[in-house]
């Protein structure tokens, strides 16, 4: 079967699966759904695989959509490397994740139609991944969007969950406005939206240029959650935890690192400082901002900011295969942490302060050693994935700032920084989740052996290694990942091994440190402590400067230890309101007078047809009749007069002629 059509049914599969789900969400049982929903993703996943094994070359496929006077827009499939190996992995997360789903969301109500929204996610997101062209980009992008506002509130009886995900929409929407005016910047300069038309002009380096690339890249500051848009992301640990690890670690905020690579030749030198530095503060903020978190999800939230700002960093630095290898990577190990906190999750009875853990490790033995090579990844230690990755994302960065600037040096050490303390914030966790303590919540007694959980986790700790990509351990430069993707040969070595020794001395210091602490329930907060803990109150300033001059009001939402970063959503309805209104006013009121004014014009046409028209087609209809009334007397022997008739006649058609 030709590859798009094989791309067809693949997406075909997963809307019927979506449609059939939400019909019959009341008629099926959950053994049923659930079987559905995995048979529609091993399909799929199965398909992907049959394509990356026949790959040859890049293929386009192009289809008319709609046609103007002087152009035209078409849809079409991009298909390379890139597109098969992002369409394997989405799938590959969620079988996995639904997995792990068919017990974490047994008890659910809603179990079916939560499956349902799977298969809309996943649809909208391998849609985006195939589309060779901007604008059918960005309608799966707005695909994506939705989806995930489903998904992150699907817990929609919980006001944190529906605040979590207005949030999302809200902040994404932000977003993708920058997006929809670069796509509109692109046409206005290039006449075109085809990725393959675009790939192939030779730009020259201008002020419009560098806006458009900018407008495009605020696409990924919203999804992608960079600053200043990162807020909404650790809020959206309220939906389900699977839904974190598929949409929140692998698939969903990724869609911003792929869109850059994509694109990423219309970036100017200038735009390339802006995207690497605003990449790199994302990811120091949200690095430390990981450090004080007492929720387990929290504390992998804003690492994948983090870790993001890395990919976001190296984007900027023009290193896009280092950028899209720590994607890859990155996409095994995170997804892997974020199904271990369900299952720790799931162990406490739901509850997810890790200062009321502890003592796991003995219970729970293959989940912490899971946790062990996931976090170690993470943390970027040899003979794991993400040593190689990070090593690549910053040298070459560094060599790049080398290269252009020594000033840019301050942007891969931020990177530097927010990487050691990676290891830091992942031991603490380990520490205060695993670890015995004096205060260790005693919730079962009995040690279990692996479950469907831990079953689901391993393929993602084991693609955490280094053998999953190429066989060495300690050179990125030799894996299959870059046989495929070449990175160029980076200098400076020594680099990775100051980081190594660093990362080495923060998860040293964090065991110690955290152990001795860990007997407490809480933390104790100073300044610094307080300043990450609450993301260094970007959501305050959103609250008390944006939000209430907007609205008018203020309200007062308390967290157990400082102000709850998603009431700043709580705030937003009246924002919400106003918008409300405008939409009611000036929108829907404009969209009315729109609709009576074409009912207006439908009745003056149908009036013009049936007087004007209709009415002219029965005069003529009476004049032939009545002439032919009077040419039936032919014979009646009268042909002067005859004659003269049918010169007028024609007379009067020549004036009639030359007066149109």
Known sequence: MPTDQLIFLTLSLYILGFAGLLTFRNSFSKNIASAFSIGTNLTGLAIALLLLSRF???????????????????????????????????QFIALLVQLFSVKYMAEDGRYNLYFAYLNMFVF????????????FIFIFWELVGFSSYLLIGFWYKKQSATNASLKAFVMNRIGDAGFLIGIGLVYFQFETLELSALSTIIYEPSSILTLTGLMLFGGCVGKSAQFPLQVWLPDAMEGPTPVSA???AATMVAAGIFLLARVDFIFTPTAGQAIAFTGALTSILAAYS?????????????????QLGLMVMAMGAGATNAALFHLFTHAFFKAGLFLIAGAVIHHFHHEQNMFKMGGLFSKKTFLAILFIICGASLAGLPFFSGFLSKDAVLLSTWNWAESQNSTLLFIPILGILASVLTGYYMMRAFVLV???????????????????????????ALLSFWFAFGNSPLNFEENRFTSHFPIPHQDNHWLGYLILILAVLAIALSYFKTKKKAALETQTLNFWSKLGLNHFYIDWFYLNKISKPLTGQLHQIAHEESLHPAGTLHNMKGFAKMI??????????????????????????????????DGGVKLVYTWVERLGDRLKTIQGGKIQSYLIALILFFLA???????L
């Open 56 to 90: 040859q070359e890049a293929e386009l496929f192009e289809f008319s959509w709609v046609s103007f006077v002087n152009s035209s827009l078409s849809a079409s499939l991009l298909i390379n490397k890139l597109t098969l190996l992002m369409w394997a992995l989405v």
């Open 290 to 306: 990981a450090v004080f978190q007492s929720d387990i999800k929290k504390v992998l939230a804003y690492s994948t900011v983090s």
């Open 246 to 248: 598929l949409i929140h």
């Open 434 to 460: 695993f670890l015995k303590r004096g205060n260790s919540q005693e919730h079962h007694t009995a040690k279990s052996g692996p479950s469907i959980f831990e079953w689901s986790i391993l393929p993602l």
């Open 653 to 659: 058609i020549m004036i009639l002629l030359n007066l």
């Open 580 to 613: 409300y209104k405008f939409d009611n006013l000036i929108v829907d009121g404009s969209i009315n007078l729109l609709t009576k004014a074409f009912a207006g014009l439908g009745t003056l046409v149908y009036a013009i047809d049936k007087k004007v028209v």
């Open 124 to 135: 909208s997101m391998l849609g985006l991944v195939c589309s060779g062209n901007l604008l």
